[in-house]
């Protein structure tokens, strides 16, 4: 499993008993988390959360009160991203912090292709509130933001002009629609990355199923990506895809890589437990 180990201002405390107990900030947040199967560490340590999220079967969720909007501080070497973070009705708060892991990885592949006298090309699909676009942008790449919900984009811009970046092209569309595009114009990226659901909603179009949709798309993006330099990191969260299935369907890609980096992305906690929480792909050549 890998797991980031750069965060000052996130903290994966404990998990267990199907749920996860993070610090972000000052903030001390209790919420479901179903990969966390094992039992609690010690119960005084969960009594420190300032806010908790609880939902019952078969009914929407919700917060014990209101989580006031606040700002968490990535840093890596000299990299500072501010995240703007807020109360979702769906537990979320509009960060993963396991996905740093992934952009140690792009300031490295960017620094790498940046070396040879070219601005990397990065193509960040199902991008959220944009973690990788506001890395990639800041070790100077040309970033390309895309995500089919109007407000995850809106989050992300949001994001974007709290850190004074002002040079990232936003999408508002469906992924597979955007690369499809992309091979008809011959645009290439020199790193794709994306982080697709098990189901997307796609306003106006037909929504996104990970099961139906992923190979085909993965297919295209080989087209897309640059031949002299490129990478790729992929994150899948579906308990009906383990592992072992997506490696075998990705080697029936044409023209997948013989080699690449396949295994868990996860979170460590500071009580010793490791978080599984889905699958990690990636390469680069
Ligand atoms: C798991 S989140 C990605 C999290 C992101 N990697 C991060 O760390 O911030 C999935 C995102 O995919 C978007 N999405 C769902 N279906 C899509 C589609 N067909 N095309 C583009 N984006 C889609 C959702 O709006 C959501 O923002």
Not at 29 to 56: C, I
Not at 151 to 156: E, F, K, L, R
């Given at each position: ?22 610090r972000?900030?000052?903030l001390?947040v209790?919420?479901?988390?179903p990969?966390?199967t ?67 990885f ?28 506001l ?25 974007a ?7 990232i ?20 990226f ?12 796609v306003?106006?179009g ?20 640059d ?45 010793g ?13």
């Amino acid at each position: 499993m890998k797991y980031p180990t750069s965060w000052k201002s996130y903290e994966l405390i404990d998990i267990g008993e199907g749920r996860k107990l993070e610090r972000f900030g000052d903030l001390v947040v209790d919420r479901p988390e179903p990969s966390a199967t094992s039992k609690k560490g010690a119960v005084s340590l969960w009594d420190v959360a300032t806010h908790r999220f609880t939902e019952q079967k078969g009914q929407k969720g919700s917060w014990n009160k209101p989580v006031p909007d606040f700002t968490i501080e990535y840093q890596q070497d000299e990299i500072s991203i501010l995240f703007q973070l807020k109360e979702t009705a769906f537990k979320h708060l509009g960060i993963f912090p396991e996905q740093a892991e992934n952009w140690d990885f792009i300031v490295e592949q960017c620094a790498h292709i940046s070396e040879s006298g070219t601005q990397p090309r990065i193509l960040n699909l199902f991008a959220y509130t944009g973690g990788a676009s506001l890395v990639a942008d800041r070790v100077g790449a040309k970033v390309t933001h895309v995500d089919s919900s109007k407000t995850a984009v809106n989050w992300a811009r949001e994001n974007a002009d709290l850190n004074d970046i002002s040079t990232i092209r936003w999408i508002v569309e469906d992924a597979r629609k955007y690369v499809e595009r992309c091979i008809k114009r011959g645009e290439k990226f020199h790193g794709v990355i994306l982080d697709p659901p098990i189901f997307g909603m796609v306003p106006k179009g037909k929504n996104w199923k990970l099961n139906n949709d992923l190979e085909p798309l993965l297919s295209n993006i080989l087209k897309i990506l640059d031949p002299e330099h490129q990478f790729l990191i992929l994150n899948t969260y579906s308990p009906q895809l383990p592992l072992p299935d997506l490696k075998k369907m990705l080697r029936g890609i044409r023209g997948w890589p013989k080699k690449f980096e396949a295994t868990t992305l996860g979170l460590k906690s500071t009580t010793g437990r490791e978080l599984e929480l889905g699958n990690l792909v990636r390469f680069s050549r």
